[in-house]
């Protein structure tokens, strides 16, 4: 069954490195999937591949209905490459490792100007709707600090809330909470599973393996560029088929 | 105030069409430079507002018979005769000798004025008492000036040349110059009286002053004869000369005239009664004079932050659209801005003004004086400018923009809402330091005939002799013209603050700001400048 998210035969590399070395894979509606492997494995840029930040040397992801697609050969147009992929990010929302908040705006205004820029929508409904996200993600009293006032992991659901006001139907995050203090990681993973509850498909590359195996639905084990193993999360944790994912968990469970 | 300056501009752009309109009933217009002018064209030196020497009642009696009014310009000596050629006045009257260069550029009347050169040393200098005696020596001189050219072609003798009369005589007093030699009216008006100078030797050539009038103007120059003749008829031109006590046995020759004298020095006598006891003035007295220079300057102190202000406007704005195009144009526009930037940031901002004020009018392109000082140096400035944006731009986050364009943003949008309002803060303070450079620099307008601060001191100083005191005031007028612009700036640097409750917000209170200093040039010297 066709997912959300589908990527056919991908492969990126930079320079004469390639990262990717034909990545194929569905992802489910409502679906909350992790990405997991070692450093250099290629999750993140696979994760940046679907919503077009890099640009794809070959194959094709598609999202919900926007496709970005490259045949082998085939010249590359950044610009309209980027045109394409500008249209897939209207459904995705990004979270970054390093939050990414704009340090000019206040906690309010980075959720406001995300809608009222990208979408046009009027500014009374922007706030109304950046406060009911600040409200569910916990951050209600913080509207109007700027990002410098706010903790790793404040910054963190504000950059979430941001995502999710322009309505995204997939969620991507790259290593959501490597840059957070330890005690702190736990409020953004919470947040994540009050996401999952609600039902939207979220992508995440994490090397959380405790939040992997309780929280999300699918796991997809990478290793040199390519996907060793992917599977039901109960499945990967408790029977692992492959040897080399066996190895990987092992170290870290 | 951007916007009234931008009015400013549009009301001068006006003002100068017009000006080119010309009527026969409309003011004769003249030029000179005032700055150490005795006893050509000076300031009245118990009232500064009022043109007064020997040229101003000359050139007031040529407009009288011509039946037009005179109005004055003032420009600098070296821009005379360029400023002549574009058109700004139509008359020279400054001591202008007639040479055979100048008759190439311009024409002459007749000569109104025969003089020769004098020689002055320090008093009790021995064996100094001709050009021959100042072989292997320094001999300090008038720039572009005819003395000049004589002693060049003299030969052995090194030439010290100065912008202004009054500065030769002081470094001779110094003993910077063995001697001096400066045509003979400067020498009795600025030399003679001062008791630490010596006036040695005879009258050394032989010097014709003419005033100075466009080529294409036939019809002027004979009018302004006519005009001469008369005076020399009528005996107002011997008056005059009488008054100044300036007749000499070269006048008497050549005019015919070797009467007595028709009026008493009574002008000679007022200028060294004004002036001779400037050399001991009490405090009280000096005081007295400085309150007298306070509206003088102050008007000066408006055009310099005019010009400033509003060549700022144009530096930020047209600055920023030059970083833009430079990162962001088609490749041939990122060329053109290179090039622009790199060809003004490697010419001199004078040779600049004197291009864009006396050059571009043979394109067919003539400011007015304010509106090509601030076209000079807001050109020049948005060089600098340009480079603080590119800095500034490129100094916000690959990771902004990124984070931008995963929320769906365009290239503009990121610009415009992400990077620029970040980049904006990043350029603030270098910025604010080239506006106080700028208004240092609107200094050099002088040269296209714009009065400011600079000119004034120049010439307040070259007519009291006081170039500490007028110093430390046009000094003073510069700092506060510069001050409330850099607080201005670190108040907006302390709203836009990024990080608040860091060092930077706490000097949100102005006592904050000097303990914050304080303490942090204490506790880290090596950031002390911030």
Known sequence: MAGIVSIENLRKSFGSHEVLRGISLEIQKGDLVCFIGRSGCGKSTLLRCINGLEILDEGSVTVVDQRLEHKKGEKIDPTEFEKKAQALRKNCGMVFQDFRLFPHLSLLDNIVCAQTIVKDTPKDEAIEKARQLLSKVGLAAHERKLPSQLSGGQSQRGAIARALALNPLVMLYDEPTSALDPELVDEVLQTMKQLDQDGMTQIAVTHEMRFARDASDYIVYMEEGLIVESGHSDQIFSEPKDERTKQFLRKFL | ?530
């Open chain 2, 1 to 530: 105030m951007k916007f009234r300056g931008l009015t400013r501009l549009a009301a001068f752009v006006l003002a100068s069409l017009s000006a080119s309109l010309t009527h026969a009933d409309t003011p004769i217009r003249w030029a000179a430079d005032t700055e150490s002018g005795a006893p050509f064209v000076f300031q009245d030196p118990k009232n500064p507002e009022r043109l007064i020497g020997f040229e101003k009642e000359i050139i007031d009696g040529v407009a009288k018979r011509l039946g037009r009014p005179g109005q004055f310009v003032q420009n600098s000596w070296d821009g005379l005769v360029p400023g002549l050629e574009r058109g700004n006045y139509d008359l020279i009257i400054n001591g202008l000798e007639i040479t055979e260069e100048r008759k190439r550029e311009i024409a002459f009347s007749t000569p109104y004025y025969i003089t020769a050169q004098q020689l002055t040393v320090l008093k009790g200098t021995q064996g100094i008492a001709s050009l021959e005696d100042c072989r292997g020596k320094k001999v300090g001189t008038l720039k572009f000036s005819l003395a000049h050219r004589m002693l060049e072609q003299f030969g052995g003798i090194e030439a010290v040349t100065y912008e202004a009369e009054t500065n030769a005589y002081a470094d001779l007093e110094h003993g910077r110059v063995t001697a001096v030699l400066i045509d003979a009216p400067i020498a009795q008006y600025l030399a003679k009286p001062n008791p630490k100078l010596e006036l040695v030797g005879g009258p050394i050539g032989e010097i014709l002053y003419g005033i100075g009038i466009r080529k294409n103007e036939p019809e002027l120059v004979a009018q302004v004869n006519q005009a001469l003749a008369d005076m020399v008829r009528d005996g107002e031109l011997r008056r005059i000369y009488d008054r100044y006590s300036l007749w000499n046995p070269l006048m008497a020759k050549a005019f015919k005239d070797p009467g007595p004298a028709l009026e008493g020095p009574t002008m000679y006598e007022y200028f060294l009664n004004a002036t001779q006891p400037n050399r001991s003035r009490t405090m009280g007295e000096r005081l007295e004079l400085y309150q007298s220079f306070l509206p003088i300057l102050a008007k000066g102190a408006v055009t310099t932050l005019e010009i400033s202000v509003a060549a700022m406007c144009v530096a930020v704005l047209f600055g920023l659209i030059l970083a833009l195009v430079r990162l962001y144009g088609p490749k041939p526009m990122q060329w053109l801005a290179i090039t622009y930037v790199e060809l003004i940031r490697g010419t001199p901002l004078l040779i600049q003004l004197f291009f864009i004020f006396y050059a571009l009018p043979h394109l067919g392109l003539k400011l007015s004086p304010f509106f090509a000082a601030v076209l000079g140096l807001g050109l020049n400035y948005a060089a600098s400018e340009s480079e603080n944006y590119r800095a500034g731009i490129l100094g916000v986050p690959r990771a902004q923009s990124e984070a931008a364009a995963a929320l769906g943003m365009g290239r503009r949008q990121t610009l415009r809402y992400i990077v620029l309002p970040q980049a904006i803060r990043i350029v603030i303070p270098p910025i604010t330091n080239d506006f106080i450079a700028l208004l240092k620099d609107s200094s050099l307008v002088s040269v296209i005939t714009m009065v400011e601060l600079t000119k004034l001191y120049g010439q307040l100083a070259s007519t009291y002799y006081d170039f500490l005191g007028t110093g430390i005031l046009v000094a003073g007028f510069y700092l506060l013209l510069g001050l409330p612009f850099v607080r201005l700036a670190r108040w907006v640097e302390v709203r836009m603050s990024l990080q608040p409750g860091t060092q930077i917000d706490q000097e949100r209170s102005w006592m904050g700001a000097a303990r914050t200093r304080a303490f942090a040039w204490v506790r880290r010297p090596s950031q002390a400048s911030e």
